[in-house]
């Protein structure tokens, strides 16, 4: 059973930066993608970023984030971090890490089989 731990969350005024991070057990952390995907009040989960397995390191954006945050990964440390800069009122979420089935950075919820419990981001204006 694989089990994924986020940290790094918090509450930062508009402007500010934030470092997420999701730690992953098990021996096979470099052979799945890793994704991240956030959740507001009232909301539906949505794709943030994500990044290949298998050491490709190829990475994908939703529109909305892209040029301000970086998803990266350390597979000898089993973690997958998610860099927040010039952050906005409307990045405000409940932000999940997860797991792929395959080596390739899906954004659909359902290529991912494994979850986090979340870390809450609060951006203030």
């Known amino acids: 059973q694989v089990q994924l731990v986020e940290s790094g969350g918090g509450l930062v005024q508009a402007g500010g930066s934030l470092r997420l991070s999701c730690t992953a057990s098990g021996r096979t952390f470099s052979s799945y993608a890793m994704g991240w995907f956030r959740q507001a009040p009232g909301k539906e989960r949505e794709f943030v970023a994500a990044?290949?397995?298998?050491?490709?390191?190829?990475?994908y954006y939703a529109d909305s984030v892209k040029g301000r945050f970086t998803i990266s990964r350390d597979n000898a440390k089993n973690t997958v971090y998610l860099q927040m800069n010039s952050l906005k009122p409307e990045d405000t979420a409940v932000y999940y890490c997860?797991?792929?089935?395959?080596?390739?950075?899906?954004?659909?919820?359902?290529?991912?089989?494994?979850w986090g419990q979340g870390t809450q981001v609060t951006v203030s204006s």
């Open positions: 990044i290949s397995g298998g050491g490709g390191g190829i990475t």
């Open positions: 997860a797991r792929g089935a395959t080596v390739v950075p899906g954004s659909q919820a359902t290529e991912y089989g494994y």
